[in-house]
């Protein structure tokens, strides 16, 4: 018994940073003052770029250190995108520490994005983004089912599929893929058939690409998300597409938001 406990000393003396909660200056250290209170404020910082050929490898704004182990954007790079919207926010502890439970739980929520609202610039004011908001019991079954109850311990994978209906887009069909990664919890998502625009298909199936990566740290519920798609340049002359997805980034990113701090 006394070589196990001397083991585990030593382990302990070599690997100090097992199990201990990351802060936000040790995933992503290259953030500067003005950078860090905007990831602390109510929406987050949220940036859209375009990209051409020659700037598709363009480096993130947000760039976690490869030291962390965070990996969200490269199946996203691979895709070749049209554009590209990173986020990250970080929700502060509230009365009670939330962790990946609380995480997996908002997750879960879908039909708490009926209803979710956003700024729009055409009409000059805030309405819904999604009409309806329903998960489905599979890719080929379309038939709506009830959202799960809140459980205490996370799986290590799931799959969540959901229909929104959008007020540009009409129902649009997304999978969700959830995966433990690391310290954290990373979400996956993408859209399992065609986004279509007044009966045109603008983002066909699977080109839409968005993953949230959730983790614990030491100032509050770390929220760090990359975003592509690949879309024709015939759908870019004619939709303003970076701003049409950021702004469903930033609703999703609420929804969730929300139901971190709702536990």
């Known amino acids: 018994m006394n070589i196990v406990y001397i083991v585990l000393f030593f382990l302990a003396l070599t690997f100090p940073a097992f199990g201990q909660t990351r802060s936000l200056a040790q995933l992503f250290p290259g953030l500067d003052e003005e950078s860090r209170n905007q990831v602390f404020s109510p929406e987050g910082s949220i940036i859209t770029t375009e990209l051409s050929e020659k700037t598709a490898q363009i480096a993130l704004r947000f760039t976690p250190s490869p030291e962390t182990g965070v990996s969200v954007a490269g199946p996203i790079l691979q895709m070749q ?4 919207v990173e986020s990250l926010m970080v929700i502060p502890h509230g009365n009670s520490q939330a962790g990946l439970a609380q995480v997996y739980n908002a997750l879960g929520k879908v039909r708490n994005l009926k209803g979710r ?3 729009s610039f055409t009409r000059k004011k ?22 799960p109850p809140p459980v205490s311990s996370v799986p290590h994978t799931d799959t969540i599929y959901m229909c929104l209906k959008d007020v540009n887009f009409g129902n649009s069909y997304y999978r969700a893929d959830i995966t433990r990664q ?9 859209n399992f058939k ?10 066909k ?3 839409f690409c968005a993953r949230l990566y959730f983790e614990p740290i030491a100032e509050g519920i770390l929220i760090y998300g990359v975003a592509g798609a690949d879309i024709s340049d015939f759908v870019a002359s004619q939709v303003d597409m970076p701003s049409a997805i950021e702004k469903r980034i930033m ?3 609420g929804w969730v938001a929300d139901g971190i701090r709702e536990g």
Not at 194 to 203: G, T
């Open 81 to 84: 995108p049209a554009f590209l």
């Open 182 to 190: 690391g310290h954290g919890l990373l979400c996956g998502l993408t």
């Open 205 to 207: 199936k699977d080109k």
């Open 117 to 119: 609202e956003y700024n």
């Open 194 to 203: 065609n986004l279509s625009y007044l009966l045109f298909p603008v983002i």
């Open 126 to 147: 805030r309405v819904p983004l999604f009409e309806d908001a329903v998960r489905l019991e599979s890719e080929k079954k379309l038939i709506p089912v009830s959202d």
């Open 251 to 253: 609703v999703i990113i």
